[in-house]
T-cell receptor, first 111, second 113 residues
């Protein structure tokens, strides 16, 4: 079963615009992670935010976490065509680093 | 590049056959997890190996089995293949079985016909 649900399922924007993706999850978490996947290939880890953090930045990425609402958001600023990919949130469940993924957001950045 | 390598990259098998997928974890990583990703879905956790022992299993039948070797590389075996087993199989290695980031390989695309 999917722990998280991403919203929207698909997003199309112009290069230079910002892209915001949201993730909701169901159970208490230790941390929440965001991954990117290009064209059905392997996933690339983007950022990890711990449950005691509210916001984290990495380059053009900004992640927020609201544990009271069980939700997180990923903001990509000044998007580029190379950002076109699927983005997933994931949470460790059942102890240890066993990740439960959401359904993903397909982002398309057009020139 | 994450340093996690999977082989083969693509595979076609017939229903009822058996398949073995392989994964070499990133240097220094003692934890390997396997995921199944159906088309248009997020990855689903199959099982995890930590220091050669199974350390958790998702909702997959016993015909999905695995191994981890002393060098921490791993195999995923699937017996009695079914059409619904067609998917991208992803291997991920982690520094430990604690809550850390996972490094994924490029996956093996399995097609069952």
């Amino acid at each position: 079963s999917q722990q998280g649900e991403e919203d929207p399922q698909a997003l199309s924007i112009q290069e230079g615009e910002n892209a915001t993706m949201n993730c909701s999850y169901k159970t208490s978490i230790n941390n929440l992670q965001w991954y990117r996947q290009n064209s059905g290939r392997g996933l690339v880890h983007l950022i990890l935010i711990r449950s005691n953090e509210r916001e984290k930045h990495s380059g053009r990425l900004r992640v927020t976490l609201d544990t009271s609402k069980k939700s997180s958001s990923l903001l990509i600023t000044a998007s580029r065509a190379a950002d076109t990919a699927s983005y997933f949130c994931a949470t460790p469940t059942g102890g240890g680093n066993k990740l439960t993924f959401g359904t993903g957001t397909q982002l398309k950045v057009e020139l | 590049e994450t340093g996690v390598t999977q082989s083969p990259t693509h595979l076609i098998k017939t229903r009822g056959q058996q398949v073995t997928l392989r994964c070499s974890s990133q240097s220094g990583h003692n934890t390997v997890s396997w995921y199944q990703q159906a088309l248009g879905q997020g990855p689903q956790f199959i099982f995890q190996y930590y220091r050669e022992e199974e350390n958790g299993r998702g909702n997959f039948p016993p015909r999905f089995s695995g191994l981890q070797f002393p060098n921490y590389s791993s195999e995923l075996n699937v017996n009695a293949l079914e059409l619904d087993d067609s998917a991208l199989y992803l291997c991920a290695s982690s520094l430990s079985n604690r809550n850390t980031e996972a490094f994924f390989g490029q996956g093996t695309r399995l097609t069952v016909v």
